[in-house]
């Protein structure tokens, strides 16, 4: 039996509701061609290979890509043994990917940057994540949870909760529970367009020092004037501005 390594943050989904129901809100078709990483032992990928017509999977593990290379002969299914972080999603198609994954903690940040990379390859992608980091993508201003990468994901993509997973879904059981989400990619935006490039910088800026006032955590970038022109109170806090006002922030200095 493969046993997971702490080292790549490895916690198997056992549970074969949560499967189901994972299944389900992605609804994959003959039409769907599939990217999952980190695949583990195939709990989701035997789903995938049934249903979808093409599914790809990135496993850096050396006995679990090996293992996986069985299901190829059962379907339309290639493994890929490489480091998602290296990976270019470009050669596996013309047409757009679906991305699937159950994110080690240890590596969502990383991986959720490289997805922002190359969304344009993606038509949608569906993540699990340690329940604590899923809520920074989807949350609001106003809240502790609310973040960098929370502005960074909702300029790029409209995220949505879809269920909570209990931590004995998982083997090891990982001492937090997890959440399933949903991002969909907004047309026109790409990681490197200037606006989300201001946008990274900003936050950058702003988030650094959290518990200072935007008006002079940004002062070198814009004056308490030029927030007040977009009526954004310079008093506030980084976690009190809405992402529309970072993005109108972002606008303004372009």
Same mark, same amino acid.
């Given at each position: 039996?493969?046993?997971?390594?702490?080292?790549?943050?490895?916690?198997?989904?056992?549970?074969?509701?949560?499967?189901?129901?994972?299944?389900n809100h992605v609804n994959p078709d003959s039409s769907d061609i599939f990217l999952e990483i980190g695949p583990g032992k195939g709990a989701i990928t035997r789903e995938l290979i049934s249903k979808a017509g093409l599914t790809?999977?990135?496993?850096?593990?050396?006995?679990?890509s090996k293992e996986l290379s069985n299901f190829e002969d059962k379907g339309d299914f290639i493994v890929h043994h490489e480091d998602i +972080?290296?990976?270019?999603?470009?050669?596996?198609?013309?047409?757009?990917?679906?991305?699937? @994954?159950?994110?080690?903690y240890n590596i969502s940040t990383?991986?959720?940057?490289?997805s922002?990379?190359?969304i344009n390859f993606f038509e949608d992608m569906h993540f699990m994540f340690q329940k604590e980091f899923g809520e920074r993508l989807f949350a609001s201003n106003n809240s502790k949870n609310?973040?960098?990468?929370?502005?960074?994901?909702?300029?790029?993509?409209?995220?949505?909760y879809c269920f909570s997973i209990t931590s004995d879904s998982f083997s090891p059981e990982p001492k937090v529970d997890s959440v399933f989400l949903r991002l969909e990619p907004i047309e026109g935006r790409k990681y490197d367009d200037p606006i989300a490039v201001? +946008?990274?910088e900003i936050t950058q800026i702003a988030?650094?020092?959290?518990?200072?006032?935007? @008006?002079?955590?940004?002062?070198?970038v814009i004056s308490n004037y030029g927030l007040n022109e977009l009526d954004i109170d310079g008093r506030m806090r980084p976690e009190n501005i809405s992402v529309e006002d970072y993005i109108k922030i972002a606008e303004t200095l372009i």
């Open positions: 039996m493969t046993k997971a390594k702490k080292s790549l943050g490895q916690n198997f989904l056992v549970d074969g509701k949560v499967i189901s129901e994972i299944i790809h999977a990135v496993e850096i593990d050396d006995i679990l +972080l290296n990976f270019d999603p470009s050669k596996l198609s013309h047409r757009q990917i679906r991305l699937i @994954g159950n994110l080690p990383p991986i959720m940057f490289w922002f990379k190359n609310f973040g960098r990468l929370t502005v960074i994901t909702q300029y790029l993509t409209n995220p949505y201001k +946008l990274q988030f650094m020092h959290k518990r200072k006032m935007v @008006g002079k955590s940004l002062e070198k």
